[in-house]
């Protein structure tokens, strides 16, 4: 089953964030995860969300993405990542099954 990975957060370095994106994106891809949305426009409709910076992912499988970030090549760049965001929130949903 599908699932989904929604990350909110803030860059506090946009050079050094721009280099981990531009690395990681052809990782993610060829680990099967795809990106829904990623730097896209926000607009909170309801409630008081404020969003920093959000991306969707939509991976096949929980074991793919959880093997994507225990991987040791993702590893470096996950350390790099949290060097220069604060994550506010980071939330797994699975997806829906067609079959039902």
Do not use: Q
Request: with cysteine; charged share 30%.
């Amino acid at each position: 089953m599908s699932i989904y990975l929604i990350l909110d957060n803030d860059v506090h370095d946009p050079e050094v964030y721009g280099r981990y994106k531009a690395a990681v994106k052809p990782m993610v891809e060829a680990a099967g995860g795809e990106y829904l949305t990623r730097d896209g426009k926000i607009d909170v409709l309801v409630g008081d969300w404020n969003p920093g910076r959000v991306v969707i992912f939509k991976w096949p499988s929980r074991a793919a993405l959880e093997a994507f970030m225990a991987s040791e090549d993702y590893k470096p760049w996950k350390a790099l990542r949290e060097s220069v965001t604060t994550t506010k929130t980071l939330v797994c949903v699975e997806g829906v099954d067609h079959k039902e």
